[in-house]
């Protein structure tokens, strides 16, 4: 089996979301054991269980889930406004390590077409920006918005780099 580290740290992420149901014995989500959690209540539950509480109706002949979701910090109108104007300027380390891990999770729970718009207009500049960094030499600018970068684009970095260096040694090494 594999594990994948950036998913269990993605998984372990906490999101706010609310309960449409009064559900029995539940209030030790939010510490106090044998209470129940009210409907209504607002709760950051950890990805894995969020994703399965808003995935299940709350009766068989039911489409209402257990809870539903709620906006989030992470997704917040001034990180999407941020993210329009530079994305390059937006440190996602700072919302998320696992930043668009979570925000793949996050739209597969909400309807938000804005969102993945810009998101993935956002990793495509960035993406760009992180492969001409990749294939130069580094320099002080580019080391701070290294410091930035998610898990998924730390990763596009270093494989990036090191594709490059492979194809510099095999130039060098077969010249015709």
Request: aromatic share 8%.
């Amino acid at each position: 089996m594999y594990y994948d580290l950036d998913d269990i740290a993605k998984d372990q992420q906490t999101l706010p979301c609310k309960f449409n149901v009064t559900v029995p014995n539940l209030g030790y989500l939010v510490g106090a054991p044998g209470t129940e959690m009210k409907k209504d209540a607002t709760v950051d539950l950890p990805v894995w269980l969020l994703r399965i509480l808003a995935q299940t109706p709350i009766a068989p002949d039911s489409t209402t889930p257990f809870v539903t979701p709620l906006p989030t910090k992470e997704f917040a109108a001034r990180v999407l406004n941020a993210l329009k104007s530079d994305p390059s300027s937006v440190d996602l380390r700072l919302l998320s390590p696992v930043f668009f891990r979570l925000a793949e999770q996050w739209l597969t729970l909400m309807d938000a077409p804005e969102l993945a718009s810009v998101l993935i207009e956002s990793f495509k500049n960035r993406a760009a920006e992180i492969a001409d960094l990749a294939t130069a030499k580094t320099t002080r600018d580019a080391s701070e918005f290294l410091q930035r970068l998610d898990s998924t684009e730390s990763r596009l970095y270093r494989s990036t780099h090191e594709a490059n260096k492979d194809l510099k040694t095999w130039l060098a090494t077969n010249q015709l």
